[in-house]
């Protein structure tokens, strides 16, 4: 997602966004897995899906709903101090991104929850899907004494969240080789491992961020499959779901 110069008010205007509805989750640039509908964050039980409501759900007109059921997904890239192009935004501008999507009911979820249909958004929100492409050092990383960056991507959301605890912390990374700058396969199973265990997506974007419309069908294949092989041997059992499509002419 790219930022416009914000307004007098001074929030940022989006310039740059992928919707879509709900019941056309499959013709987003990405593509999953196959799996089960029961499985992952905020799955229903069985029990939860045959029982009949306590109570009947609220008139949507009273909740303001989004009854069009469409899905902003906002791209990011770049979290930068110097902002040099269109793929980067500040730390301040990120904060400002997420308090205005607070202040209009968004909520935020992830693309795999999306696409399978397991979340659960509270009456009169609408859903939006935070992603981040490239694994760029200003969306994860940590100080020197271990603990999250706050003026990363991730420690902005959680700082968020810490202050707004209706609005989840959750995003998913399309990452590449590398991600987030690590320079050791230890660093990289670290990072990976801690966004996992926090209830983020980490997602494929292939390995070395290929320009897909240049190779064949079988380097296509070999690009997600060394992404994938480098997620699971960073969290054994973890494998993407989702990837995202770098394709151009």
Request: glycine letters at 8%; one cysteine or more; hydrophobic letters at 35%.
């Amino acid at each position: 997602m790219t930022i416009e110069p914000s307004g007098n008010d001074g929030i940022p205007t989006f310039s740059r966004r992928r919707v879509l509805g709900t019941g056309l989750a499959g013709a987003l640039a990405l593509a999953t897995t196959a799996c089960s509908p029961t499985t992952g964050r905020g799955a229903a039980s069985p029990a939860s899906r045959t029982d009949p409501p306590s109570s009947p759900p609220p008139d949507p007109a009273t909740v303001h709903a989004n009854e069009l059921g469409l899905v902003p997904i906002l791209m990011h890239h770049r979290i930068v101090e110097q902002v040099d192009s269109e793929f980067d935004m500040t730390p301040a501008y990120f904060r400002a991104e997420l308090q205005r999507l607070y202040r209009e009911n968004y909520h935020p979820v992830r693309t795999l929850d999306l696409v399978r249909r397991t979340f659960t958004v509270p009456a009169g929100k609408t859903p939006v899907v935070l992603t981040f492409d490239d694994g760029s050092p200003g969306q994860f990383g940590y100080r020197p004494d271990g603990t999250i960056n706050p003026e990363c991507g991730v420690g902005i959301l959680l700082d968020f969240h810490a202050a707004h605890r209706d609005f989840p912390a959750v995003a998913s990374f399309y990452i590449n080789r590398d991600p987030f700058g690590t320079t050791t396969a230890q660093d990289a199973a670290r990072a990976l491992a801690d966004l996992h265990t926090r209830g983020f997506e980490i997602g494929n974007h292939t390995y070395d961020h290929a320009n897909l419309s240049t190779l064949s069908a079988e380097q296509v294949q070999a690009e997600f499959a060394r992404l994938a092989q480098l997620v699971t041997a960073a969290v054994p059992g973890l494998n993407p779901h989702t990837m995202a499509l770098l394709c151009y002419a």
